[in-house]
């Protein structure tokens, strides 16, 4: 059984026709948001960051949402293999003690020990990870408007109960309860960002420069799930306000991406086919379908059928912290046994980009 499929817009698929797909060909990879989805494409990650892009010398985009942002960020540090591996051990293992009576952690307590967690990762490296001379990071958050300025017991709640209507409308409607702000790394020797490597037409979006100061902060906003995590408040260089997750924004990035000429693709390492838009738009079907958008891309993603031979028949996923609870070491077990067989996924990529077979290239 294939473990990998492949999806393509037409323009993508134009050009491996004429080119197949070499390593100075891609010009953009995003990174969803999805929690411990993003699990499953480690070997992925550490094929192509690892191996194959260091092929060729020229500058590549890099927009992360959430846990994409985290992977993205360690994309850009030396050693990026070793630092994968990393990662994935570090989510596995993350585990919160609970006082007895407790039956939860709190979003005050997620959010102490994942910020620790951060300072431990990247603590003396973030200089790598935002002056790679190749790399242009791009972290991807939501700032709150309106009710979600702030953080309150009563406003939170309403305020993405107002989101959540608005988006329902229309997505662009939802601009008005969140914006999008993405932090950008600086280029050394160049004397500010680069451009978002997409247009920004669809939706409110600010663009941020990204240095020490404000890394951790723009990471840790990027992941903060509302009611899960506290928001990061007033990031330095920033507009002030609330920030939180970016997929609320930018669930799977679908966005109008801009490749350069000279590298054309934007190559998405996904767990799945559809490119959702915003996190409130899971429930809106009719917005998961591909657009004009997407031509350049190439979706790499677990065959269905394949996902349900790993453990519990999916992926993992955030509700394993509900179904394991306090049993960490049968999490671990899941979870350890996905990446393992996840492997397959990278074997295949580098197998089918040695000797590119159309057949298995599918419509997006």
């Known amino acids: 059984m294939p473990a990998l499929r492949l999806y393509a817009g037409p323009t993508a698929?134009?050009?491996?026709?004429?080119?197949?797909?070499?390593?100075?060909?891609?010009?953009?990879?995003?990174?969803?948001a999805g929690g411990p989805k993003g699990l499953i494409l480690g070997p992925i990650d550490r094929f192509l960051f690892g191996d194959w892009l260091p092929r060729s010398d020229h500058a590549v985009h890099l927009v992360g949402a959430s846990i994409g942002a985290w992977r993205m960020a360690t994309a850009c540090l030396n050693r990026p293999v070793e630092a994968f591996e990393r990662l994935e051990r570090d989510y596995i293992a993350q585990h919160y003690e609970l006082p007895a009576?407790?039956?939860?952690?709190?979003?005050?307590q997620i959010s102490q020990r994942f910020g620790e967690n951060l300072q431990l990762f990247y603590g003396g490296r973030v200089e790598e990870a935002l002056h790679h001379p190749r790399?242009?990071?791009?972290?991807?958050?939501?700032?709150?408007?309106?009710?979600?300025?702030?953080?309150?017991?009563?406003?939170?709640?309403?305020?993405y109960l107002g989101a959540f209507t608005a988006n329902a409308l229309h997505r662009k409607a939802l601009g008005a309860w969140l914006e999008?702000?993405?932090?950008?790394?600086?280029p050394p020797g160049s004397g500010g960002?680069?451009?978002l490597p997409f247009a920004t037409l669809d939706y409110r979006t600010r663009q941020v420069p990204m240095f020490a100061d404000n890394f951790m902060d723009a990471l840790q906003a990027s992941c903060s799930i509302p009611f899960i995590l506290r928001p990061v408040r007033n990031i330095a260089g920033a507009p002030p306000g609330t920030y939180w997750d970016g997929g609320l924004t930018d669930y799977h990035l679908h966005l109008q991406y801009q490749p350069p000429a000279a590298s054309p693709i934007v190559l998405y390492p996904h767990f799945q086919k559809a490119v959702v838009p915003g996190w409130l738009d899971?429930?809106?079907?009719?917005?998961?379908?591909?657009s004009p958008a997407l031509d350049a891309m190439l979706v790499i993603a677990p065959d269905p059928a394949w996902v349900q031979q790993l453990p519990n028949g999916k992926l993992p996923d955030r509700d394993d912290f509900s179904r394991y609870g306090q049993d960490l070491p049968a999490r671990m077990k899941a979870w350890n046994g996905a990446t393992s067989a996840a492997r397959e996924l990278a074997d295949e990529f580098?197998?089918?980009?040695?000797k590119p077979d159309l057949s298995r290239i599918e419509p997006l």
């Not at 709150?144 to 939170?156: A, I, K, Q, S, V």
Request: aromatic share 6%; net charge positive.
């Open 193 to 195: 960002v680069s451009p």
């Open 282 to 290: 899971k429930a809106w079907k009719g917005r998961h379908r591909s």
């Open 180 to 186: 999008r702000v993405v932090f950008s790394s600086v």
């Open 135 to 159: 790399y242009r990071l791009h972290i991807v958050t939501s700032r709150g408007r309106l009710l979600l300025r702030h953080e309150g017991h009563l406003r939170t709640p309403l305020g």
């Open 101 to 108: 009576g407790q039956k939860r952690p709190t979003a005050s």
């Open 13 to 32: 698929r134009r050009h491996i026709e004429q080119h197949g797909l070499r390593p100075h060909d891609v010009g953009i990879i995003p990174a969803a």
């Open 350 to 354: 580098a197998q089918w980009l040695d």
